[in-house]
């Protein structure tokens, strides 16, 4: 099972502020960096965000990342339709030494 | 530009073994580690395996430690996942990753396409 702990869905209606949670422990959030990734059916995953709020060139600034202690967010402000998708947390784990992902959460516009 | 392309799956029996090769070009392949990444039908990410850049250090998921082995030939720009007595909940799309500098631990940040690995009798 999952290290990482996701809420299974989120949504919205076009244009809101959706976030979403990743609950992790000492050993791999409270650790080491806090990366996020995009995924639409039958796809290769995308990172969205690395380094805990680093945005690769060529994601958009209103997808933003944040972290604080064991846990970390993904926030997509000013949602659209084509945001909708499965979005995963990642860290590696030093206990488990181990990259572990998120349990996906499935972002919808209402 | 980055690019990771898979390929070695199909139809196994339990049992049986399989290898996955994935090439890699656009980047300096034999500076970063290596990530598989394996998702099964209708299931979230499941990390599989790691390589440094050197192949020197060499990291599993539980349940495919003894089974499975990650390996790399920089001089080919290859990464190989060697599966062995494979078990129907192996069964998966099998992505390989490029990770974050030479050890690869702290980020994937390219993926391939993926291929289709089916564990059954």
């Known amino acids: 099972q999952s290290v990482l702990t996701q809420p299974p869905s989120a949504s919205g209606t076009p244009g809101q502020r959706v976030s979403i949670s990743c609950s992790g422990s000492r050993s791999n959030i409270g650790s080491n960096t806090v990366n996020w990734y995009q995924q639409f059916p039958g796809t290769a995953p995308k990172l969205l965000v690395y380094s805990d709020n680093q945005r690769p060139s060529g994601v958009p600034d209103r997808l933003s990342g944040s972290k604080s202690g064991t846990s970390a967010s993904l926030a997509i402000s000013g949602l659209q339709s084509e945001d909708e998708a499965d979005y995963y947390c990642a860290a590696w784990d030093d206990s488990l030494n181990a990259f572990v992902f998120g349990t996906g959460t499935k972002v919808t516009a209402l | 530009q980055v690019q990771l392309m898979e390929s070695g799956g199909g139809v196994v029996q339990p049992g049986r073994s399989l290898r996955l090769s994935c090439a890699a070009s656009?980047?300096?392949?034999?500076?970063?580690?290596i990530h598989w990444v394996r998702q099964a039908p209708g299931k979230g990410l499941e990390w599989v395996a790691l390589i440094s850049d050197d192949g020197s250090d060499k990291y599993y998921e539980e349940s495919v430690k003894g089974r499975f082995t990650i390996s790399r030939d920089n001089s080919k720009n290859m990464l190989y996942l060697q599966m062995n007595s494979l078990r129907v909940e192996d069964t998966a799309v099998y992505f390989c990753?490029?990770?974050?500098?030479?050890?690869?631990?702290?980020?994937?940040?390219?993926w391939g396409q993926g291929t289709l690995v089916t564990v059954s009798s």
């Open positions: 990753a490029k990770g974050g500098g030479s050890s690869g631990r702290f980020t994937a940040d390219a």
């Open positions: 656009g980047f300096t392949f034999s500076s970063y580690g």
